[in-house]
């Protein structure tokens, strides 16, 4: 089968939780034994027959970062025009556009093959293989603005077909002839509101929508999919819960703890397994503020690492390493590739590669979410032998089963007494807290994932 996936969240290289999903989902579909096409916005110009200058290759702009000079020269060339080309009634490219919205939507083939060895490279590190790229012009901004216009999909008729779109997320986006897939992670925008800064009303219209439109609705959890029946009104059997897999390579999961210990000392100074870490975004569902609560009072000399990237949310989640530093608690570092010398130190961005080795070097990983859709950290965590501190809330309670260490996300002194077992473990209890978490990690493992996906592709095949 042909089966269509987006690069809506995996077009920065910074790069989402999204984005790992998207990665584990393509390199599954290869796996399984389907073709591979991704949806692309490249905005490709035309070379006309009165132009002397020749249209760029499609293939160098499948893959243009969303952000390029190009769409910001476009916004200024259209910003000095002259005010009767602006005109909203007389305008003829107001004309034109309201015309081209009554079309159906086309999207252009091309062969991976046909992309330079650089772009190439890109997609087989973000996706593994790739076998071509359908590409819509602007498709996802059109796509929102199209729904927020009609509160409808905007449907797409690629000249090539498509046996399955399978979507990310909830884009307002519809493949003609195609069986039309959407992920819902989770529904914590509706579930805990005070936490998150989202259009509350507009996320409920486009989720319900998304899901009254889509042939199968594709989860990570059995919470999930529990929330999206309930609140969405979605009947049970069209939503599927595949879990998520850990997407690590065989040989980084078999690395030596000398190896280890090396890497940590080369890159940031740190001793193997004599640091917390809490990893993820820096808002209010993660639990921050608390955790640095407790680990602030517990009784142990090894420092909390927090690695993730800031939000509008964050600021209150780190006052209190502030007013820790401000009273003369204690240093902290908070650039990134800074070294320890303080009780919390922070990193923002950092490479996948130098976070699974910080991750694989901790003591034990700090998840004490309040919410979490599935618990992906935590998961990658026990595949590489960590042992992890987590919450039971939502999909962290299926996730980690009975291993690790549990903890009251609301109680900060349940987190300290957690952080204070932890430190004082010998090699002998860290040794069965490690073999513990990579059991349960091999119950969502890539084979476990393929298996579960391949079942969603063949009921729709039949």
């Keep these: 089968m042909e089966i269509l996936i987006d690069t809506y969240n995996s077009a920065t290289p910074q790069g989402t939780g999204l984005t790992t999903y998207m990665r584990s989902l393509a390199k599954a579909i290869q796996r399984i034994g389907h073709r591979v096409t991704i949806l692309t916005a490249a905005r490709i110009p035309r070379t006309h027959v009165w132009s002397s200058r020749p249209a760029v290759p499609a293939a160098t702009l499948i893959l243009d970062h969303p952000d390029s000079s190009r769409a910001q020269r476009s916004r200024d060339e259209r910003a000095g025009e002259p005010p009767w080309v602006r005109n909203r009634v007389y305008s003829f490219r107001k004309a034109a556009t309201a015309l081209r919205r009554l079309a159906i939507v086309k999207a252009a083939y091309h062969d991976a093959e046909g992309l330079n060895p650089h772009d190439r490279g890109l997609l087989a590190e973000r996706f593994g ?15 929102f603005s199209h729904f927020e216009r009609t509160g409808r999909l905007l449907s797409i008729t690629p000249r090539r077909r498509v046996n399955v779109a399978h979507f990310s997320w909830c884009l307002p986006v519809h493949i003609k002839g195609a069986f039309n897939l959407y992920t819902i992670c989770d529904l914590i925008p509706l579930r805990f509101p005070h936490m998150t800064l989202e259009d509350k009303v507009y996320y409920y219209r486009l989720a319900k929508t998304c899901a009254q439109a889509a042939d199968e609705i594709v989860t990570i959890s059995e919470s999930s999919r529990r929330d999206i029946v309930s609140l969405l009104g979605v009947p049970e059997r069209k939503v599927r819960n595949v879990y998520l897999p850990f997407d690590i390579t065989p040989e980084r999961l078999e690395r030596g703890r000398d190896a280890i210990a090396s890497t940590l000392k080369r890159t940031f100074g740190f001793d193997d397994r004599r640091y917390f870490l809490l990893l993820g975004a820096i808002e209010p569902r993660k639990n921050i503020a608390r955790t640095i609560e407790a680990h602030l009072g517990a009784r142990t000399d090894m420092p909390l690492v927090i690695c993730g990237p800031r939000s509008a949310l ?20 908070t650039l990134s590739g800074s070294r320890a010398g303080g009780r919390i130190i922070l990193f923002d961005y950092l490479p996948r590669g130098i976070v699974l080795d910080l991750i694989e070097g901790a003591r034990a990983l700090l998840l004490t979410s309040v919410t979490e859709g599935f618990g992906l950290t935590a998961l990658e965590a026990m595949a590489l032998g960590t042992p992890v501190i987590s919450s039971r809330a939502d999909g962290l309670a299926e996730v980690c089963g009975d291993c690790g260490v549990g903890v009251d996300p609301y109680d900060a002194d349940t987190i300290r007494q957690a952080i204070e077992r932890v430190s004082a473990w010998d090699d002998a209890a860290l040794a069965a807290a490690s073999a513990a978490g990579r059991r349960q990690a091999m119950r969502f493992s890539p084979q476990a994932f393929d298996a579960r996906l391949a079942k969603v592709y063949d009921s729709l095949a039949h």
């Design 314 to 333: 964050s600021e209150e989640e780190l006052k209190l390493i502030d007013n820790w530093n401000r009273d003369g608690g204690g240093p902290s570092a």
């Design 129 to 143: 293989h790739v076998d071509g790229a359908l590409n819509v012009p602007d498709i996802y901004q059109r796509a």
